[in-house]
Nanobody, 123 residues
Framework: VQLQAFGGGSVQAGGSLRLSCAAS???????VAWFRQAPGKEREFLAA???????HVRGPVKGRFAISQNNDKNTVYLQMNSLEPEDTAVYYC???????????????????WGQGTQVTVSS
């Protein structure tokens, strides 16, 4: 499975970005998630979506971030609105086989990772 994350960039506070994660080589039901890592901080989970379109968005970003996928299920999106300087980070998408439930999200269970895309939010 290959994942490619793109769509990052620089934006003013209050702005929006949509990140994309293109997946190839996947043949089994899966879960795709977005994580981010800010400088000097640990990587944190943001949102996940299953093959079956169930979603799970982490509390602190719920209401600002939304996860979705296209009808072909080969691209997963992270729509980010009302961005804040604290959202500045490298954003990663990751995938794991569907294990029957979307939660709890365990980072170590995600086997496949994209290369990351930088998001910079200025005040």
């Amino acid at each position: 499975v290959q994942l490619q994350a793109f769509g990052g960039g620089s934006v003013q506070a209050g702005g929006s970005l949509r990140l994309s994660c293109a997946a190839s080589g996947r043949t089994l039901p899966y879960v795709v998630a977005w994580f981010r890592q800010a400088p000097g901080k640990e990587r944190e989970f943001l949102a996940a979506i299953s093959w079956y379109d169930s979603t799970h968005v982490r509390g602190p970003v719920k209401g600002r971030f939304a996860i979705s996928q296209n009808n072909d299920k080969n691209t997963v999106y992270l729509q980010m609105n009302s961005l804040e300087p604290e959202d500045t980070a490298v954003y990663y998408c990751a995938a794991q086989r569907w294990r029957g439930a979307l939660a709890p999200i365990e980072e170590e269970k995600f086997t496949y990772w994209g290369q990351g895309t930088q998001v910079t939010v200025s005040s």
